[in-house]
């Protein structure tokens, strides 16, 4: 059995995250997708686990590699979480039509491989991918700790819905995106949101120092997860202890909002808080009012909470793959899904309009050439008809209207940083698109 | 808006719980059921909820009254928690039949004051509660913080759970229960179980130094939460830290095994550690797959657990109240519901039949004479025909088979203890059966 080491993904990290070759040497140094499998390697198995093997929330073993690949299909059982009820209807059915030629399709990856389908998958450290085409399940596999009724944390593509539901409530009236932030949220008067507007929330073009690297300990986002109650806090803390209190800390610009793309979670949590106060209900409540009943999931999701009961809305959602791939279906098909139109077909089109594409250049995503953020969702160019949900770890929803297609992908990647994944999922997703458009008629 | 003070349940205990007086004595001291309604106080309510109606794990404030009236109804929202999945298949329909004259039955209490059962609800702190009669629903409310789809802590209710599936593994022959407990769990060695059999831990007749009384802040019970997670343990703390740890301390007798009732919630921890190395399953993975996936159930049921992910046995199971109905149906059928056998008829009629009276007597139940305790349920004398679930604040699944009748309740009296529901519930629950029986034909 290999050795566990206090091993957390930021000290991972410290090996570098500054571009596709780094990252890719921070991954080889560590075990593969085989050698970490949670279930081969008896993570949380036995009454009870034997020491070394146990996964606490305590001693920030959740987050270690290779325990957070149990973890992230274990999150409710690690702390506090508020339900995302599904209904009481019946699931929507998803017809499977399984595509055995897929596994074999190949592409190059960015940094010159090459590479099948099936391989790419335990090189991403897949826990679960679906692929749908033309509504049907045409690829399912699970791996490790997860299955097909087990909920995985979504990470950062909790984001996308957060900014779905903002963008529903601004469809109906019920919030203003020209508005100021403090309209909804006066608390922040004295923050950097002071003279942001809904809309630069929504598309992150807020300009606030803080640091996203995960990398660098002292980086801004330790005391976001730590105030969001996602990691122990030291015995001396005397940091935030909610979300809340956190984002009232953020006091400093670092240039002027509106001018660029800047990818910072708390601009989530902001958003949470202004949907939470102008529709008057609880993230979870309206995610199952507004889309989780709606669409006939197959089990309730939930997110992770903070120490008052906020949910937290940059990263905190967990949900089963399948019923993510609903969530696809129905953005494929222009909120239609299920028999009624569950989001507007024009915010659906906002999004795939995407954003200003010179504030996104600023940000310097080399893999992401003339994308936008829109409505905290990814947005290709628009010939190339995708948009996406994307969670740091690997997760993905990718919407590829061109070939007809959505993928649901769940990962535990060690390495937090989008340069270990999407130079094999980019150019994988593409070729599966192709192949689909080439073999069907 | 009333004053909240810090006031533990504990600590409203320490006016004396040793009999139905002082019980009554302590309620009269409190706000009312209608007083600390969560609801209308505001608890746990807006983004974020006012400093002062905030529940917090951190600061034991979920225990506090009137706020765990809400807590009651939220637990997953304060702690990581087990689910106890549903399963896809439909819910079983719980035809309705409401029957208006409930209400205005009249009984009175063994204090000897003239009520009617709608005056009950509200003096028991009544959160929710569900009367059947044969096979239909006649009466069903829903006070507070709970609604037909929340669960709602079950408190004891489930070491019934945990002695229902450690008989029915026994029915298979995959349990023991003359074997001693060491057989399951050595690690119980040099513990007071190191002579004791299953059988002794399922009825409740083992010798342990441990105080159950929750008005004395030193007794072994509050260990107990802190090992098993549901309170926040001190600065200094150098107590258990999981609840085989705690059960790994208990090694001083009080007397012998076997001879006497002795009502101990670690018994059921240790059923619970028992049913686990004997099935091979987690306990919320084996009551899903036993009872909850084939009772045809609503919802999805939960444990609150430890920090090293065990389900906690002696009192952690949420439920909704319409599936706590359905399970008493379970048990009034013989344990036949929903076209199948889901418990073996032998185990239902081993628990109506009951334990040792001579046995119970030994412990004083003033409330209850010529009851037992037999696989962790409460069983009264064979020509009432009643065999109950019983968890501190008022939690009761009142299965009354002379009557054809179920009771489901939950509830947040702010006293734990059984003398201040008893003296109410146990001759509404009477009244209503023979108020059923008299008037149906």
Redesign the interface.
Known sequence: MMVFKSMYVFIALCLGMSGIASAQQAASNLPDAKASDPKALGI?QG???APNL?????DGSMWAFPKMRWSFSHV????????V?RG?GK?TVLPKNINKTLDQVTFTSLDGQNLTWEQSLALNYTDGILVMHKGKIVYEKYFGALNE?TPHIAMSMTKSFVGTLAAMLAEEGKLDTQALVTQYVPELKDTVYADATVRQVMDMTISVQYSEKYSDPKAEIWDYIRAGGSMPTP?NYSGP??L?EFLQNLKTKDGEHGNAFAYKTPNAEVLG?IV??ASGK?TAELLSERIWQKLGT?E?AYFS?D????SVAGGGLNTTLRDLARVGEMFRLNGNFNGQQIVPASVVADIRRGAIKENFAKAGYTTLPGWTYRNMWWVAPAEQGVMTMRGIHGQTLWIDSKSDMVIARYASNPVAANPANDPISLPAYAAIGAHLRATSK
């Open positions: 949380m009454f009870p686990p146990q996964v606490k929330f305590a409710r059982e690690l702390g506090p979480t508020s339900n009820w009481s699931a009724r015995p202890r909610s809340y808080w939470q106060r609880a197959e309730d909470t120490s008052m009961g906020t």
